[in-house]
């Protein structure tokens, strides 16, 4: 008994050992996967209180990683939507301009392309999200606050399927975390302790705009069925979805709804399509946003008319989606007070 006692503690010690020797250490971790992390640098126009009716030039600053061998990188939708240029930049120093390939803002999720590979940086894998359950261990890689290249470490803290809100995201599937996210953590990947990644970063929830232990990130199915195996055009166009009491009071037709055009990147669909944003910038109470009004009202698209519900918006999800080169997309704008109709061709979007 005493013999297969000592056999039996030294074949658990050999298999622990075995078991910790194949398993990496977060510092492991964090070395192998944080070359491909990148901070997002863009430049865009938008208005400010103190220039009324003047376009000023911005930056904005997210995150991304690379994770293909021909230069794609994966960010959040709003970080890049209305960006004129962008710019990513790794871990070792090496800046890269970058073109937005398609966007998806009900998702929150944007692909871009960059100009030439990094050097040396080994792109990360996309996980398989519907693995991942409640409780298990991730960590998020980052630039919050501007301060790049952070590690944050918490769990899956609950499975979220977005509703569709004012500005907000629709059949989104999230994963909710208490890993720490703030500003500039957008677009990020979180990870699962095999270094793989499971979820963009998205948003948080919180009322004191700091990080209050609710975080939300994209799973990377949702993102890897949106952006490459139905990837979706990028306008170019930040919007904010009108309720039927704003747009009663902006003098919407009936139903009262529509897509108000905030701002307008140089060189995208929106611009082609002669959209105009707005020119006067309102502070939006309890919310860190401004709401942009003077600009566009679109009432519908591809001859669906914007009216808030899921039904119509998926009907033009649906049709945006399927374009070919060539087909037109057409909008009904309304523009102080007049209704009229623009056209253009669709074209995938051209790498500069």
Known sequence: MHVRRVGLFTTTLLALSVGQAGAQTLGELFKRVNPAVAVIYTAE???VEEAPDQLVSVGGIGSGFLFSDNGEVITAAHVVQAADR?????????RIRASVVSSNPSADVALLQLESRPTGVVPVRLGDSD??????????????LGVSHTLTVGHVSARRQSRRTVGGLFNAELLQTDAA???????????????????????IISQTGG???????ITSNVAREILLERPPLWSGVDFFNLTEDLGKILNVPAPHTGMLVQRVAQGSVGERLGLKGGTFALPVPGSERKLILGGDIILSIQGVRVDGTEEALDQIDAQLSNLRPGSPITLVVLREGEQFETSVQYSPRIIR
């Open 45 to 47: 126009r938008t208005v």
């Open 131 to 144: 693995l991942v359950e409640v409780g298990d261990e991730v960590f998020i890689i980052g630039a919050p």
């Open 181 to 203: 996210i703030n500003q500039g953590n957008s677009g990020g990947p979180m990870f699962n302790m095999n270094g793989e990644v499971i979820g963009v970063v998205s948003h």
């Open 211 to 217: 990080f209050t232990g609710l975080g939300f990130v």
């Open 86 to 94: 962008v710019v990513v930049e790794f871990a070792n120093g090496e």
